[in-house]
């Protein structure tokens, strides 16, 4: 620890929002030992930043990527040298916080040690054992549920399947979840005193083409490295781009993935898009997008916190293909939705769950809470009056003050400008619970198409367990139960 901070306070708050704008752009203000404190992440794109005064203050001074591997005793072992074979993971050290909601604001504190009115985050807590670590993996998981760089995400299946894939590691390993969402959020909100992650770090993997049926294939070929489209239109043509990767749809799901685009080419009204491995049958019934990137984008950068240059695509957007990084965890906004573990839903309300071996699609073990959450009905619209899903406040129950999850959200009521001013203050990312009641969990983050939306706080209640998507990946936790 590092203990010229150990019995330092650090904190800060905010003014909730009134109503659909009245203080939705007051900023945070920092508190106590926090006072004068600052942090500028790194931007490729500058060459500037790269520096955090909370580097030398515990519990952020501890926060460091490891590799986790097995033991001969088929144990998990922890190291610190980053050549080791193995997952890399982040750990992050025990530590205690506070929160209110009082006279109009909200408050956030961290402590090395426990006080008066403070807890131990409930992350450190499993089945009465309190730990000294809890891990996060550094990347998105991988095809054989393990976290390392230089690999395609896995996406296309269900909660329960990313869920058992992890498991599969060890006792101690588990799918992402809320409690480990809340104790990052926490951590971010209280170094950069700012709601908005994609203004102070980057905006992440979010302006890509989703699979659209708009470009379909032209025409039958068999044994072929191309798909012949009508032409991008100019509102897409910065999403799909060389050494960029590729989706081809059918009518029932992907056909082929993740392919890396070698050339294209338009000519007469048609667009054709070569890629790259083995030649394949393509027919009139597919379609084509995006795909998630390869993990390991951020490896380049030299701080643990920032955004690379775009990848591709010369246009306004260009900041929403950056990949991002918080205290060496990489994206974990854009790119894929990562199912969220340890909350589920039924009838339009959120139940949780406080021990990772109890996580389930079912109901046990599952408890509600005292937060009245507002429930949508609508998922659509980009910049027009429908786009009603930006967060407002997060709700505090005060049998668990630690549970922030989003109560409610502001809508676009004056005119489409008002987007611009949603999207870059407050939190300016999406909340979402959807009107149906067979709606089962939440995914977080936002995927590679979800733009200006995607973020740390962004969650979308509009999963059922069964549902599998290619929009939707997987991020693992560890703790050493």
């Known amino acids: ?43 490729e794109n500058t060459g500037e930043g790269g520096f955090s005064d909370f580097d030398r203050i515990y519990p952020w001074s501890e926060i460091k990527r490891c ?57 450190f807590s499993e089945n009465g054992k309190e730990l000294d670590f809890i891990y996060v993996s550094a990347y ?34 588990a799918l992402f979840d809320l409690r480990t969402l809340l104790t990052l959020q926490n951590l971010y909100l209280i170094e950069f005193a700012d709601r908005n992650c994609q203004n102070t770090i980057g905006g992440g993997v979010g302006k890509m083409l989703q699979p659209a049926v708009r470009y379909m294939s032209l025409c039958d070929e068999k044994a072929t490295n ?36 070698t050339d294209i080419q338009t000519q007469d009204g048609k667009t054709v898009i070569t890629f790259d491995g083995e030649p394949v049958d393509i027919t009139s019934e597919m379609y084509v997008g995006a795909s998630p990137w390869k993990t390991g ?13 775009c990848i591709g695509g010369d246009d306004a957007n260009k900041i929403y293909r950056s990949g991002v990084k918080y205290r060496g965890m990489e994206n974990l906004w854009g790119n894929v939705w990562c199912h969220l573990d340890g909350i589920n839903i039924r009838d339009n309300k959120t139940y949780i769950c406080n021990n990772i071996e109890d996580y389930s699609d079912g109901m046990e073990g599952y408890e509600a809470h005292g937060i009245e959450q507002e429930v949508q009905t609508s998922n659509d619209g980009i910049a027009i009056p429908a786009e009603v899903h930006y967060i407002k406040n997060l709700g ?59 973020g740390l706080f962004t969650i979308r209640g509009w999963i059922r367990n069964e549902q599998a998507w290619y929009l939707y990946g997987a991020r693992s936790i560890y703790k050493p139960l």
């Open 1 to 43: 620890m590092n203990n010229s901070s150990e019995n330092a306070l650090y904190g800060v708050r905010w003014k909730l929002c009134a109503d659909d704008g009245l203080y939705y752009d007051s900023p945070c203000e920092r508190l106590c030992d926090a006072l004068g404190l600052s942090v500028k992440a790194y931007d």
């Open 297 to 309: 984008s951020t490896d380049r950068l030299s701080y643990h916190t920032g955004q690379t240059v």
């Open 67 to 123: 590799v986790l591997s097995k033991d001969e005793n088929g144990s998990t072992r922890v190291s610190y040298d980053l050549k080791e074979k193995g997952d890399i993971f982040v750990e992050i050290p025990k530590h205690y916080i506070k929160r209110e909601v009082k006279d109009g604001y909200e408050y956030r504190y961290i402590s090395a040690v426990m006080r008066e009115g403070f807890m131990l985050d409930p992350s």
């Open 226 to 261: 191309r798909i012949v489209i009508s032409e991008l239109r100019p509102a897409t043509i910065h999403e799909l781009f060389v050494n960029s990767r590729m989706l081809i749809c059918g009518k029932d799901g992907v056909s082929i993935y993740n392919r890396l685009i």
């Open 140 to 173: 998105e998981l991988n095809s054989v549920g393990g976290s390392s760089s230089g690999e395609i995400p896995l996406y296309e299946k269900t909660r329960r399947e990313f869920r058992e894939l992890i498991k599969s590691n060890g006792r101690g390993y």
């Open 396 to 454: 505090f129950d005060r049998e668990r003050p630690w549970l922030a999850l989003p109560e409610s959200s502001v809508g676009i009521e004056k005119d489409l400008a008002y987007s611009e001013f949603l999207r870059n203050n407050s939190f300016g990312d999406y909340y979402y619970l959807g009107g149906n009641p067979k709606i089962d969990h939440y995914v977080h983050g936002g995927g590679f198409d979800h733009y200006w939306r995607c």
